[in-house]
């Protein structure tokens, strides 16, 4: 501790603010108190150097906010998220850093897009192509204008305090100049192109989909094990036997003694009534050990076979189309999939191929966005080549140097084998190398109209007739913001994957491809800070995204924390009814309480529990903070207090050698990011400690005739007050400034008007 301020003046105290002499009422307060820090606009880190807050050259701490989504309204997961960042925000404020959180929100373009569809088709009964893709956008606007206002005010409840003034939108007017520069830029690199792949094709949503985005849901099926034809020499086993009629080989593994003297072998069958001309292939990717062995291959229908078509020139039928229907001739002809592999089956059954039927469970692969089975279909698109060698202009990444040719594969691998990206939790390390290591070409087209349209123009007159838009030799291109002269250009009709967009924001926001002042203050940010499961859709692509236009990483830390789940361990969902409103809680208990409730034994990485009796708990908890104060300003009434808050007097002693320990244990838990530990420290030093025993031993002290001892205990309950609403003010910042609000100048000794830009205790 440094030494008590000589020239800190006796302050008599008079009377007891009124407002402690009723109960407090956060409903009442908290609106007051967001109002009186933004309009300080402390948020705001050029405003705190400007006000001598923040030293010029102080160390930086900066985050970009994960972008919520503009569909709906904020969950307690959301909540979460906007505690945690706030906490450690506020936390590093008051240290005197430098510290920028830059607000946002996402247009969840998919989500977005199918919401107000639903809307329209419920309402009007219309469909998007009976409005219009432009008189459709302007409503989507609309609801998105609408929403946003509604999640802004949900943030501020919650006590985050953002830089308002640097607010961003992933489809702003700057945002939208950023994404398309950075797709003419990558094109021009050569790692952007249109081919034909199979993607993961949704025929609810009618497009594309990325692999992040499935959702696998447990399901009954059936296995069926059948041969092609009497005289096929091989079994094969499936769960979807509609896609049989597209196969074009047999695939066994190399080793397997049961068929290589068929490898190489070729018959003509007819499958259901559909000509087929099936080849026996050795493939390593086959697992020998596995049902029988052998695999019926579909390239124009499975990731895995599009591979093996690939590595051994097979032909590519398609045979079911982006309705889910089929489009070969015969029996099957017009059918949806469902319906197909029952008819399949029947005819099996009639023509005694059908071997076997097995009751299984499997994982179905479903649109997160709108739960349609997915169907992999192979589609021209565009795409980011992940493995094509490019030349690092510039590089700040360890184990990459300036002029060195690297793929994206390997600068995402090498960002984080090299410490530049260093994880809280070690095993999402491991799964981010696993991820990235398993990379494949990202889909990045999207065949809806809300998004950012892809910057590719091709000279024809047919824009209604997409085959000929798409094909590559029936329609000059041009990639580009802009259209060039002369006139007779139209604009490629897909959108970019939402994860384009929201992959640059850590720089977009700051200004990118401006070279910004914020943007060399700035970047790389601090931390990014987001729930486990956005890893593999979003973080892992800014890194991708941030080493390719920047050579830097986007983040020096990731701090993923895990879900929150009800009081009996189980997911909140709609179909559990046990979803628990922060807004609605914070209506009955203060938002401190839902914030520290939230925290509460939520260690990073793991999911943790809330319902309201635990925030019911917390209430009580700013009920005492309260009470405490009550206490502290009735026992220094009339007496002379000296005090300047971050110089605490007497270091020797034992209770301030005790306040030293908690702050430091505080500081400790923050720099591991165990704001969990922080949080039950602070709360059992309150309540166990200072109210349960310093207060309690210190009635006889201050009701006792040692004048001496009475006045020590005085300044002891004062500093132990003012060190505590420091300490607590990260976690619980409403009912910590509203106290502080009430202190008369000299108690709270402190020149600050706000507690949120007061001095962090020092030891």
């Not at 591991?672 to 949080?679: G, P, T, V």
């Amino acid at each position: 501790m440094e030494e008590k301020d000589s020239n800190s003046q006796p302050f008599q105290n008079s009377s007891i603010p009124e407002a402690f002499l009723k109960p407090y009422a956060p409903q009442e307060s908290e609106h007051v108190m967001y109002a009186l820090w933004e309009t300080s606009r402390y948020f705001n880190p050029d405003v705190c150097i400007e006000n001598g807050v923040t030293k010029a050259d102080a160390d930086i701490f900066s985050i970009v906010l994960p972008p919520p989504n503009v569909t709906g309204t904020l969950h307690m997961g959301s909540a979460l998220m906007l505690a945690i960042e706030d906490i450690l925000v506020r936390y590093h404020r008051m240290h005197g850093t430098r510290t920028l959180w830059i607000p946002g929100t996402d247009s969840a373009a998919i989500a977005t897009q199918a919401r107000v569809e639903k809307e329209i088709q419920k309402s009007e009964g219309k469909s998007r192509h009976d409005l219009g893709r432009e008189e459709l956008l302007k409503r989507i606007d609309t609801f998105v204008e609408d929403n946003k206002s509604v999640m802004l005010a949900q943030m501020r409840s919650i006590g985050a305090s953002l830089d308002w003034s640097r607010y961003a939108y992933t489809m702003d007017e700057k945002r939208y100049h950023a994404v398309m520069e950075a797709f003419v830029r990558m094109y021009n690199a050569g790692l952007i192109y249109r081919g034909n792949r199979i993607v993961n094709w949704d025929p609810k949503g009618q497009t594309t989909i990325s692999d992040d985005e499935i959702v696998y849901e447990e399901r009954k099926a059936k296995l069926y094990t059948f041969t092609y034809a009497i005289d096929f020499p091989i079994a094969i086993s499936t769960t979807r036997l509609e896609t049989k009629v597209g196969d074009t080989a047999v695939a066994v593994h190399p080793d397997d003694e049961r068929y290589k003297h068929l490898v190489g072998t070729e018959y003509d069958v007819v499958f259901c009534d559909v000509p087929l001309h099936i080849k026996i292939i050795a493939d390593a990717s086959v697992e020998k050990d596995f049902g029988t062995g052998a695999l019926g291959v579909t390239p124009a229908h499975s990731q895995l076979d599009w591979e093996i078509a690939d590595r051994h020139n097979l032909s590519r039928p398609a045979v079911i189309n982006e309705y889910a229907k089929m489009t070969v001739d015969g029996r099957l002809g017009g059918l949806k999939v469902t319906d197909a592999r029952e008819k399949v089956a029947e005819w099996l059954r009639e023509e005694n191929l059908l071997i076997s039927v097995e009751e299984i469970t499997q994982n179905v692969s479903t649109a997160e966005r709108t739960g349609g089975i997915i169907e992999p279909l192979p589609k021209l698109q565009w795409w980011i080549d992940v493995e094509k060698p490019f030349v690092m202009k510039e590089s700040h990444i360890k184990g990459i140097t300036s002029g060195q040719e690297v793929t994206l594969k390997e600068l995402m691998r090498i960002s984080a084998e090299q410490g530049d990206v260093k994880f809280v939790t070690e095993r999402f390390e491991k799964q981010y190398l696993h991820w990235a290591k398993n990379l494949r070409p990202w889909c990045i087209s999207r065949q809806i109209w809300f998004g950012h349209r892809i910057p590719v123009w091709y000279r024809t007159h047919t824009l209604n007739d997409e085959t000929i838009i798409h094909a590559d030799n029936a329609v000059e291109m041009h990639v580009g913001i802009t259209p060039p002269e002369p006139t007779g250009w139209t604009q490629d009709p897909d959108v970019l994957d939402t994860w384009f967009s929201s992959g640059l924001w850590t720089f977009t926001t700051l200004g990118w491809p401006e070279e910004t002042a914020d943007l060399k203050t700035y970047h790389p940010t601090t931390l990014i800070e987001s729930g486990y499961d956005i890893l593999p859709f979003w973080i892992a692509r800014m890194i991708l995204m941030s080493g390719f236009f920047l050579g830097q990483v986007p983040f020096k830390t990731i701090y993923l924390h895990g879900l929150v789940r009800d009081g009996q361990g189980r997911k909140i969902s709609k179909s559990l009814g046990n979803n628990i409103d922060p807004v609605d809680m914070a209506e009955k208990y203060g938002m401190d309480a839902v914030r520290v409730s939230l925290i509460a034994g939520m260690v990073p990485g793991t999911d943790s529990k809330i319902s309201e009796e635990k925030i019911r708990g917390y209430k009580h908890f700013a009920n005492k903070l309260w009470n405490i104060t009550r206490f502290v300003l009735t026992s220094v009434e009339g007496a002379d207090v000296n005090h300047t808050i971050s110089l605490l007097s007497t270091p020797h002693s034992p209770f301030y050698a005790e306040l030293s320990s908690l702050i430091a244990l505080v500081d400790t838990h923050f720099s591991n990011y165990r704001i969990d530990l922080a949080s039950d420290a602070l709360y059992h030093y309150v309540w166990d400690r200072f109210a349960s025993e310093i207060i309690e031993e210190s009635k006889p002290l201050l009701n006792g005739h040692d004048e001496e001892a009475k006045k020590v205990r005085q300044q002891e309950l004062c500093d132990g007050l003012l060190c505590i609403l420091k300490l607590l003010h990260p976690f619980m910042p409403f009912v910590t400034e509203s106290i502080w609000q009430q202190l008369p100048l000299k108690i709270r000794g402190d020149e600050r008007e706000l507690l949120m830009v007061a001095e962090w205790p020092k030891i």
